[in-house]
């Protein structure tokens, strides 16, 4: 008998383990998979060309651009990478290069 109630115990509470497993995973996937959907900037849109928006700032033929201005430097870049991509709050969460620029650039603080 006192195997059996053993047993059930074992089975409540790995039920309970794997329900909250799968509670903290939920949102964790969603998450990753909104960062997946994603999509890179396409620097011949139309809000692009209007801030001279470039994947690569080097290339970027603007007199505000200064030395050493890309989007991983920019407050308005939303990831703490200095390399690939990540979102920007002018682009309503598009992917900007970090080693882009535009003429919105703004010194992180
Ligand atoms: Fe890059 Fe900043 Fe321009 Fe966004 S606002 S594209 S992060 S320079």
Redesign the pocket.
């Known amino acids: 008998m006192d195997c059996i109630n053993d047993q059930r115990r074992l089975a409540r509470r790995a039920f309970l383990l794997s329900s909250g497993a799968v509670l903290v995973c939920l949102p964790l996937s969603v998450r990753v998979s909104h960062a997946q959907d994603a999509k890179k900037?396409d620097m011949n849109s139309q809000l692009a060309k209007s801030?001279n928006?470039h994947h690569d700032?080097k290339q970027v033929k603007d007199p505000k651009r200064q030395e050493g201005?890309?989007?991983?430097n920019?407050?308005?870049?939303?990831s703490e990478k200095k390399t690939g991509w990540?979102p920007?709050?002018?682009?309503s969460g598009g992917l900007?290069?970090a080693e882009?620029?535009?003429?919105?650039?703004?010194k992180k603080v």
Do not use: E, I, S
């Open positions: 900037v801030l928006y700032a201005q890309f989007c991983h920019c407050q308005l870049f939303q990540g920007c709050t002018l682009f900007v290069a882009g620029w535009c003429n919105a650039w703004v």
